[in-house]
């Protein structure tokens, strides 16, 4: 072989090493974005929990984990971004963090057509002669009243 490809030979085997030693099963992993490790010798990282995200690599805290915010829910575990974190539909609102699908309902007489609404403030009551048994998203969805005899 000529010189030149024995540099490269060499070279090739000298990589295929480092990445055999860096690929070895008892090397520590740093932790993704969305996961966190507190804790001396952890097997795996814990995940920032529903409600929450992270966007830092190798976390060591679970205050890294940032809650999504008022108006927002999520349900994913380990989101690495706030996209995962999802504004209240129109007739629902949320205070403060929240997880899964748990903002709440406008609530009967009311309605909203505020998409991530953060108070109560959002919701308006319906119309004279209208009313809502369920959340809606505007007053012409409110139905019109109706009377019965009794």
Do not use: W
């Not at 055999?20 to 740093?30: E, K, L, T």
């Not at 984990?65 to 380990?78: H, Q, V």
């Amino acid at each position: 072989m000529s010189r030149s490809k024995n540099k490269v030979v060499l070279l090739l085997m000298f990589f295929a090493t480092i990445y055999q030693i860096q690929a070895q099963p008892d090397d520590c992993i740093s932790c993704v974005a969305g996961t966190y490790s507190d804790v001396l010798g952890l097997s795996s990282c814990r995940q920032c929990g529903e409600g929450k995200f992270s966007t830092i690599l190798a976390s060591e805290s679970p205050n890294d984990c940032a809650n999504c915010g008022a108006g927002k829910y999520s349900s994913t575990f380990a989101a690495n971004t706030n996209t995962f974190c999802l504004n209240c539909g129109a007739g629902k609102y949320s205070t403060a963090p929240v997880l899964t699908l748990g903002c709440q309902a406008c609530g009967q007489g009311k309605f909203s057509t505020t998409v991530g609404a953060h108070a109560l403030s959002f919701c308006m009551d319906c119309q004279k002669g209208k009313y809502s048994g369920a959340p809606v998203l505007s007053t012409d969805s409110c139905q019109k009243m109706r009377c019965r005899q009794i």
